[in-house]
Nanobody
């Protein structure tokens, strides 16, 4: 079992930056992939970034590539989502997740956090 606790988020103006954190606990994490998803109004949760627990492999959705960065601090068992050059269309509830599926690591979920980007 893996527990994920998120922090960060909030309200920011367009062009600004935010960093989300996701602290993992509960078991060994070797072999897991950590993902960041978001859900906008009327849509399912879409994956926007994935990182292997080793930190070696990463994936980004086209919509965030070049603006968002996923990183991991293995010593703290914490994954980060650094969001720069935010746009109003980035407004969503953001979730971290973990799992063994490298494409959709969705076995375990964080509680979600709201990010709102104003014009």
């Amino acid at each position: 079992q893996v527990q994920l606790v998120q922090s960060g988020g909030g309200l920011v103006q367009a062009g600004g930056s935010l960093r989300l954190s996701c602290a993992a606990s509960g078991r060994t994490f070797t072999g897991l992939y950590m993902g960041w998803f978001r859900r906008t109004a009327g849509r399912k949760r879409d994956v926007i970034g994935i990182i292997s627990w080793s930190g070696i492999n990463t994936y980004y959705a086209d919509s965030v590539k070049g603006r968002f960065t996923v990183s991991i601090d293995n010593a703290k068992n914490t994954v980060y989502l650094q969001m720069n050059s935010l746009k109003p269309e980035d407004t969503a509830v953001y979730y971290c997740a973990a799992g063994r599926n490298a494409a959709v690591p969705d076995d375990y979920w964080g509680q979600g956090t709201q990010v709102t980007v104003s014009d």
